[in-house]
């Protein structure tokens, strides 16, 4: 499985709508803008058939060093985004196990 870039992105969907690249790159980084500016205050972003960005806490909880196992490290509370992917996404990644158990045994 490949990793998708921005600007793959980008050039796809330039290629199959005939828009520049650049009008291409505006509208999905003001569309990410949107999405971080959105979750930043703390609001749920969805998108329908495609899932949900929400901002969760993580509770402060106590580590330990590897290097130093004796010694505690307290890890503070943050938030962090969590993803739902939606039902038509689940859907269509469900059907992708097959391509992924052959990878692995290759």
Not at 10 to 39: H, M, P, R, Y
Not at 80 to 89: A, D, R
Request: cysteine-free; charged content about 30%; hydrophobic content about 35%.
């Amino acid at each position: 499985m490949a990793t998708v870039t921005k600007r793959e992105l980008v050039v796809k969907i330039s290629n199959e709508t005939g828009l520049t690249q650049q009008q291409v790159f505006d509208v999905i980084q003001k569309t990410l803008d949107s999405i971080t500016d959105a979750l930043a205050n703390g609001d749920t972003v969805v998108m329908r058939n495609f899932g949900a960005f929400q901002v969760k806490e993580t509770k402060a909880k106590i580590g330990r060093n590897p290097k130093n196992p004796g010694k505690d490290v307290p890890i503070p509370a943050r938030a962090v985004v969590k993803f739902k992917p939606g039902k038509e996404m689940k859907e269509q990644v469900a059907g992708t196990l097959p391509m992924i158990r052959e990878r692995e045994t290759d």
